[in-house]
């Protein structure tokens, strides 16, 4: 793992490392590809933590919380995504959450 002083070198590093996100999705709807969560996760996720950074997402007054966490320095970024639920049920709330992660 490389160390950074605080959480902006470690982004700044980690971005000029991202690899190209693969669109490995298909949406029958417009017959075109695009890329999942799980495509931007597998790109993201281990750059960030191979610079020690976490990422994190969780529910936070109605907006789902996108948070970097540095763990040598413990300084974080967010950004928080208002949540727009269109149905009221574990399925609209899923819908919602995955959408505001990506």
Not at 16 to 25: D, L, R, Y
Not at 65 to 73: I, K, L, N, P, V
Not at 83 to 97: E, F
Request: hydrophobic residues 40%.
């Amino acid at each position: 793992m490389t160390e950074h002083k605080n959480i902006y070198m470690a982004l700044a590093a980690a971005q000029s490392e991202f690899g190209k996100v693969t669109k490995g999705a298909t949406n029958p709807a417009f017959k075109s590809k695009y890329a999942d969560l799980a495509d931007v996760a597998s790109v993201v996720i281990p750059t960030m933590n191979a610079h020690g950074c976490a990422v994190l997402h969780y529910v936070k007054d109605g907006a789902m919380r996108t948070e970097f966490a540095h763990g040598a320095s413990g300084t974080r970024v967010w950004c928080d995504v208002p949540l727009i639920v269109d149905k009221q049920n574990m399925q609209g709330m899923k819908s919602a959450t995955t959408y505001a992660k990506r």
